[in-house]
């Protein structure tokens, strides 16, 4: 037993040792390898990094739309859209007196509702969890809205009561004109901002026709999303005196989806912000008075 376990060993360590000629052929042949010019010349393999789309290295080294470096806009959007709320509470929608705590009350909330909820909306659809922020987080913003609803209580009475100067004698134009004048100022902000915010956040998408769609629908919900709500809600609460959903009206929606993809075209094809603000804003407000127009 002895004898077998040795001889085990023995054949063990002789397998695991190379004979002197083996050991110097493997040399030879590994310093012909690292002499060899092919050797030298072939730089080792590293891996592959994960190349970016050609369209995605474009839209992420693209100035971002022209109207998202101007706030001051999207401040007056918001005072306007307050001054629709608390318009809302005296001209459309039967409730408390003016001016009362009630009325106060309810004003404000129309306001909120009107100016900060399509940007919720739009938030929800377009942002992660994680990376949300919300335009009544913001206390600017909030008193941009409510600003608007204290004007709303100024010149809304003012418009109507007989005794006070008409607005015509200073500036040529009626109460209703002058607010129809501000309405296609802001639905024209609205859309620049909701199809600019749509631009940026869907720069990622390879299919170009979804990115479109989903600018349309989702700068439509970002600019009248709000007011869609105000009038749900109010129409829950009051029934039908409290009217028709405006925003789902014709001159609204047609202009909307038109002047959206004017614009987002303007984004695609990378113009000027000249172009986006002196050319693009404008045409998106005519379109909307054309519109007006058309359906009065």
């Known amino acids: 037993m002895v004898i077998t376990t040795r001889s085990m060993g023995s054949a063990g360590s002789r397998a695991a040792t190379p004979a002197p000629k083996a050991e110097a052929t493997a040399k030879a042949q590994a310093n012909a390898a690292a002499s060899s010019p092919t050797a030298a010349k072939t730089p080792p393999t590293s891996p592959k990094k994960a190349s970016t789309p050609k369209k995605l290295r474009r839209d992420l080294s693209s100035p971002p ?31 408390p007196a003016t001016l009362s705590a009630a009325w106060w009350g309810w004003s404000l909330a129309a306001a909120m509702v009107t100016s900060f909820g399509g940007g919720t909306y739009y938030t929800l659809l377009m942002k992660q969890p994680g990376d949300r922020g919300f335009g009544w987080q913001d206390p600017v913003a909030v008193a941009a809205a409510v600003l608007g609803v204290i004007v709303s209580a100024v010149l809304v009475p003012a418009c109507g009561h007989s005794g006070s100067p008409r607005l015509e004698d200073h500036i040529g134009l009626g109460c209703g004109e002058v607010f129809g004048l501000f309405d296609i100022v802001n639905s024209g902000i609205l859309i620049a901002w909701g199809c600019s915010k749509s631009f940026v956040d869907s ?40 009217g028709s959903v405006g925003n789902f009206s014709p001159e609204v929606v047609l202009p909307a989806i038109a002047s959206t993809a004017f614009f987002y075209c303007l984004l695609v094809f990378k113009r000027s912000p000249f172009l986006q603000l002196g050319v693009g804003l404008p045409t998106v407000m005519l379109l909307f008075h054309a519109a007006g127009l058309a359906f009065a």
């Open 65 to 95: 739309p022209a109207i998202l470096g101007y706030g001051l806009s999207d401040l007056l959007s918001l005072a306007i859209c307050g001054y629709i709320g608390g318009r809302c509470m005296q001209l459309k929608f039967p409730g």
């Open 203 to 242: 720069s990622g998408w390879q299919n170009p026709i979804t990115r479109f769609l989903c600018t349309i629908v989702t700068t439509y919900v970002y600019s009248f999303g709000g007011g869609i709500t105000r009038d749900l809600v109010a129409r829950l609460l009051i029934g039908s005196s409290a």
